[in-house]
């Protein structure tokens, strides 16, 4: 079976100030790992992925997230906030070997803050 | 850029009564998939189809939902009879194939009253 787990509810984090979101993975086999945001009343917009390669993902927005094996996490950075960036980011896992169906599982959100 | 269709965005019924959501996936992508979202949560897969073919519905309700994609291009999720329970966001997504990334619409937000 595959889990994901974010552990923090919400972030706060001041406009310019360097911003992470938490997230760790659970699977059997070689995860692929993707992260998505969502704003209020939306669907969920792709960001970045991780499937091979080098540790250090970058995606849209500024966004990047480094791929940690031994402590299987996944987190999101920011080196500076926007206000724009407020919004409900989603972790998600595949478990590439042991899922033929390509089914994503998601962990429970983290609304980030922005604050000016 | 190419985008993921849903309609209708918001759709209030009264429990009892039955709905329908329609989704036209990005041309050329030949897996579709149908996620809940209750508010608060992350999205939960409903039913994945690959091509006009359902490659998993495990976590589909199936005594009162069901999905078609007849002619392996756009798909339609219906809930007969809706339950208060039901009240959530139906997201479709759609991927080139089974190990792409997959890409979401904008969501159709169900009320059941």
């Known amino acids: 079976a595959q889990s994901v787990a974010q552990p923090e509810d919400q972030v706060n984090v001041a406009e310019g100030n360097p911003l992470t979101v938490k997230c760790t993975y659970s699977v059997s086999g070689n995860p692929y790992l993707f992260w998505y945001v969502q704003y209020p009343n939306r669907g969920l917009q792709f960001l970045l992925k991780y499937i091979t390669g080098d540790n250090l993902v970058k995606g849209s927005y500024g966004f990047e997230a480094e791929f940690n094996k031994s402590q299987t996490s996944f987190h999101l950075k920011k080196p500076s906030a926007l206000v724009s960036d407020s919004a409900l980011y989603f972790c998600a896992v595949r478990d590439f070997l042991n899922n033929a169906g390509n089914m994503l599982t998601f962990g429970g959100g983290t609304r980030l803050m922005v604050k000016p | 850029e190419a985008e993921v269709a849903q309609s209708p965005r918001y759709k209030i019924t009264e429990k009892s009564q039955a709905v329908a959501f329609w989704c036209d996936p990005i041309s050329g992508h030949a897996t579709l998939y149908w996620y809940r979202q209750i508010l608060g949560q992350g999205p939960e897969l409903l039913v994945q189809?690959?091509?006009?073919?359902?490659?998993?519905d495990s976590q589909l309700p199936k005594d009162r939902f069901s999905a078609e994609r007849l002619k392996g291009v756009d798909s339609t999720l219906k809930i007969q009879p809706a339950e208060l329970g039901d009240s959530a966001m139906y997201l479709c997504a759609s991927s080139r194939d089974r190990g792409n990334t997959i890409y979401f619409g904008e969501g159709s937000w169900l009320t059941v009253v």
């Open positions: 189809f690959q091509d006009e073919s359902v490659v998993d």
